[in-house]
């Protein structure tokens, strides 16, 4: 580590003088780059997380995109005038920080990976990569491949648990830290951060609520809200992971939800097989779902789609931790599938008749990382939207980030924020300069 972080320092004093246009032509490599090893970086995340090749594909072809995003001078940071008047003119500039350190998550390695990449890179930082050690390889094997295309020291990656992450956010010569986990372990991230005062930026749990009013396009918002609660099994940052449906709508809601689940999202083990579902990536986060589904059962909850649990090994020539796609009706709010982000393949749908009184339920501590509302009024969805305490609403769609769009979470969801402008300021500091008249 303290190789990777001298040379990424030495690299810093050239990388950080290249103009905006040369960085963001290695950008264009990059994405270059990635296109021409997509197959091979599509199969080794197939194999390393258990998903279909598709959801695979769709990993690099997301970091691809991200790539060109930022490769656009319209899409980075530019010198803007801040003020001017008859005694002074005064201009906006960013600088870059330094090395930044990347910790990042399993469920979407390459695209959650190299955000933080390329938004370190565009606005001229070099980046240090730690991905998850549930699932390294791509990450690792993406960095290799990229060798050559940017000078030495200025994207580097090193395998390993949590010991290496302590290391990042402690040591000195780190001046940014992006996580991507848990809300306990990015407590834990900003206070070690604080030491050094490092800059920071952390994306944690996404309980996201998502409503249903009682004029909603019924047909399209169960398909929308079960893409948004089941692709991917469940494992996605922004998943539609509690249901609130007007009571009005609520049974025929609930019926046509466990039919477009039953009849879309199955366990398809060969992964050459096109499928947006797959079992859960691995053994802990599905210890910690089977928990949740085990404790729905033993309470008596109305399961009403799924719940059959199948660990790796208990069935002769199967693989994978798999739980089939798990509806549960009306479950209490107090339960724990209800107040915990599961991140899997059980989804919880409860009933409303307020307008308050819905809000207040979805508006949980650990649910400001994004939400849904369906509705035929869109006057009425844009009011629900903008009470709801989450940094990102889609309204009659599904939950998923736009690169062009502000990241972020509200309270227990995060701190700071990516993508979008407004993301890459977290990557600089603003530089006023003065110009007398």
Not at 80 to 106: F, M, R
Not at 259 to 283: I, L, M, Q, W
Not at 344 to 371: C, M, T
């Amino acid at each position: 580590f303290e190789d990777a972080v001298t040379a990424a320092q030495t690299a810093f004093k050239s990388w950080k003088l290249t103009s905006l246009s040369e960085r963001q032509t290695l950008l264009t490599k990059l994405a270059s780059n990635l296109e021409d090893h997509l197959p091979l970086l599509s199969q080794i995340l197939a194999r390393e997380s258990g998903k279909s090749l598709l959801l695979s594909e769709l990993d690099v072809r997301g970091a691809i995109a991200q790539c060109l995003h930022y490769a656009q001078p319209e899409n980075a940071l530019s010198d803007y005038v801040q003020h001017e008047d008859a005694s002074v003119k005064i201009i906006a500039t960013h600088v870059p920080l330094g090395v930044v350190a990347a910790i990042c998550p399993w469920n979407f390695p390459l695209i959650l990976s190299n955000i933080k990449v390329v938004s370190s890179l565009v606005t001229g930082n070099c980046v240090i990569v730690k991905p998850s050690p549930f699932t390294p390889y791509a990450v690792l094997k993406w960095i290799e491949l990229a060798r050559g295309i940017l000078p030495p020291g200025v994207l580097q990656v090193l395998n390993g648990g949590a010991d290496l992450g302590q290391i990042m956010t402690l040591h000195p010569g780190i001046a940014k830290v992006s996580f991507t986990g848990t809300i306990a372990v990015g407590k834990a991230v900003m206070a070690a951060c604080a030491k050094t005062l490092k800059k920071v930026t952390l994306e944690l749990a996404g309980n996201d609520a998502c409503i249903v009013c009682a004029d909603a396009d019924l047909p399209k918002a169960v398909k929308s809200v079960a893409s948004g609660a089941f692709f991917n099994a469940g494992q996605v940052c922004v998943a539609t992971k509690r249901v609130y449906v007007h009571e009005s709508v609520y049974e025929e809601f609930i019926t046509r939800l466990v039919e477009e689940v039953k009849g879309s999202y199955t366990a398809v083990e060969d992964a050459s097989v096109p499928s947006v579902f797959g079992p859960v990536s691995n053994k802990v986060q599905f210890e910690t779902v089977k928990r949740i589904v085990e404790d729905c059962k033993g309470r008596g909850y109305e399961i009403v789609a799924g719940g059959e649990v199948r660990e790796s090994g208990n069935t002769e020539g199967k693989k994978g931790f798999w739980l089939e796609p798990t509806i549960v009706k009306g479950p209490p709010e107090d339960s724990v599938l209800v107040k915990e982000e599961q991140f899997g393949p059980i989804l919880p749908v409860l009933s409303w008749s307020d307008e308050d009184d819905v809000i207040d339920r979805s508006n949980l501590a650990n649910a400001g990382l994004g939400a849904s509302v369906y509705s035929s009024d869109l006057a009425q969805a844009e009011r629900i939207a903008r009470r709801l305490e989450a940094g990102g609403v889609w309204i009659n769609q599904f939950e998923r980030p736009h690169m062009g769009a502000y990241f972020s979470g509200f309270k227990d969801s995060g701190f700071g924020g990516e993508m979008g402008k407004q993301g890459l300021l977290s990557y600089s500091y603003t530089q006023s300069i003065h110009f007398a008249k």
